[in-house]
């Protein structure tokens, strides 16, 4: 079973820092597996504490890493199929627990319940993910300053980016991978939602 919260006899920099070294990765390397910023990373690394989404996730890269390296097999934590909305159906839809019956599916291990899939549109999150992938999103997760997200922005859409909360908390400033999507700022009113991205599923074959 996977503890909810960190062990506060295991500091989770030590931990982060062993894994990434014995993984042969770089802070970039590590912190794109890790779907978080750079600078994030190397702040945990100092000390910083992880946020509930970001320890769960990192849990399961851990144990999948050490699978992997000891028997070359893959941890299972229960599949099932993941509902994924298209781009305008996540702009419309504001209850993970009401979705459409007709949408595509992927499998999926996540532990929070109501997760589910969004496919991916636009250029603004490249060269990292590309228009087609699907995130997958954690509803039932609070997500933490310096993740990738995808938001429900009142009046405009979804939108995929890495979250920013900013000094006085109620701002939200929104950056891209991609430098040529300058960084957009929201009031935390105007965000009907936003989930912390667990996962990413590469679309490999362009339409």
């Known amino acids: 079973m996977i503890p909810s919260t960190p062990d506060t006899n295991d500091p989770f920099s030590e931990r982060l820092r062993l894994w990434r070294v014995s993984q042969d990765l770089t802070q970039a390397e590590a912190a794109e597996r890790l779907n978080i910023d750079r600078s994030y990373l190397s702040q945990l690394e100092r000390g910083r504490p992880p946020g509930k989404a970001l320890w769960t996730r990192y849990l399961l890269i851990e ?88 938001a429900n922005v009142r009046n405009q859409g979804v939108i995929c980016k890495i979250m920013h909360v900013q000094l006085d908390k109620s701002l939200i400033k929104f950056s891209s991978y991609n430098p040529a999507h300058l960084p957009t700022e929201y009031h935390r009113d105007e965000l009907a939602w936003v989930f912390p991205v667990a996962t990413i599923i590469k679309h490999l074959h362009p339409r």
Do not use: H
């Open 63 to 150: 144990k999948s890493s050490s699978l992997r390296v000891r028997d070359g097999a893959s941890p299972s934590y229960g599949l099932r199929n993941l509902p994924v909305l298209t781009w305008t159906q996540a702009g419309q839809t504001l209850d993970p627990d009401k979705l459409p019956l007709d949408c595509e599916v992927v499998p999926g291990d996540v532990r929070d319940e109501r997760a589910f899939g969004v496919r991916l549109r636009g250029d603004s999150m490249e060269p990292k993910f590309s228009d087609g992938d699907i995130a997958i999103l954690l509803p039932g997760t609070a997500p933490t300053n310096g993740e990738v997200v995808v």
